[in-house]
């Protein structure tokens, strides 16, 4: 199609998504997400991948259709024509996890140059999470709550006195630099989060996983399903087809799967030891513990039913 350049184009909007500009979308106790703006939606992904401009001559299912071809094929450069910017309010210990996503625009409230926002994330008594026995950075099921009550008390105790030494410093006159040093990681910060769509979708995919750490997957929940979902609907049900609610099979996975839907649990049991997933331990008798294998029967037990996996 040839580009018509003096023809003014209209900007690419999104209704849903407009309803919800500049209001906070609340997370844990005052955390928030904000959306400030956005460039481009789904008929923009549309026309980077058609190399056209103004309005398509096809139809919403054959957009669709394209929408899901490239998601499912990982061409990203479309998807980076839309931009979305985020005003949120962050615990600064879920902000650090956060900041590691290297592929945003981020300007941060300055605790130099300003006073340190004076809230900071409380935990629930029924809220304390267990670490977990075979994922070392990982929680598991929660404390009791009685004992909860009293690290929700201590946490209480220890987050007012740092206020409290925090604001004795600034008021005999301690450069703020200086006075945040025993802030602790439950302040809050807020930042100015500027990111591209296939990069958004990367986080998302990482943060709103099972796996991720319970308070950094509440605000990715938010950004996924109140904000992209009204922002870009149509990549939003691909993005959950191929990413989100897929599964990833290895070759020896796939190659495992076959033995089993055939009925060949020899064949599954020969094949798991020719990858060392069956060594046993000589003391407890028991097998080793193998992550990559532990990964693949919940997978088989959550995702396809099995419960005989020949080994």
Request: hydrophobic share 40%; charged share 30%; net charge neutral.
């Amino acid at each position: 199609m040839d580009v018509q350049t003096d023809q003014p184009l209209a900007r690419v909007t999104a209704p849903d998504l407009d309803a919800i500009l500049g209001k906070k979308l609340g997370c844990l106790d005052d955390g928030f997400v904000r959306v400030v703006d956005y460039l481009g939606g789904d008929s923009s992904i549309v026309q980077a991948a058609r190399i056209s401009y103004g309005a398509g001559t096809r139809t919403v299912h054959e957009d669709r259709g394209l929408i899901r071809y490239l998601l499912r094929h990982r061409h990203t450069t479309p998807f980076e024509m839309c931009e979305i910017k985020l005003h949120v309010r962050v615990p600064m210990d879920t902000w650090r996890q956060w900041i590691r996503h290297r592929t945003a625009n981020v300007n941060e409230y300055s605790t130099r140059y300003s006073v340190a926002i004076d809230t900071a994330q409380r935990t629930s008594p029924d809220a304390w999470r267990v670490q977990s026995q075979i994922n070392r950075q990982g929680s598991d099921q929660t404390l009791d709550p009685t004992l909860g009550e009293r690290l929700s008390a201590r946490e209480a105790e220890l987050q007012r006195l740092a206020r409290e030494v925090y604001q004795e410093r600034l008021d005999a006159g301690v450069a703020r630099e200086q006075a945040r040093k025993d802030l602790p990681l439950s302040t809050y910060t807020e930042a100015y989060w500027k990111i591209d769509l296939w990069n958004l979708l990367h986080f998302l995919d990482l943060r709103m996983d099972a796996h991720a750490q319970e308070e950094i997957r509440e605000y990715a929940n938010v950004i996924g399903k109140e904000v992209v979902a009204r922002w870009v609907p149509i990549t939003w049900e691909a993005f959950l087809d191929y990413h989100l609610k897929s599964l990833s099979l290895s070759e020896a996975e796939v190659t495992l799967i076959g033995f089993l839907l055939a009925g060949n649990l020899d064949g599954a049991r020969q094949h798991a030891a020719s990858l060392g997933w069956l060594t046993v331990d000589p003391v407890s008798g028991r097998l080793r513990r193998h992550r990559e294998r532990d990964e693949f029967l919940e997978k088989l037990r959550t995702r396809f039913g099995f419960r005989d996996f020949g080994f």
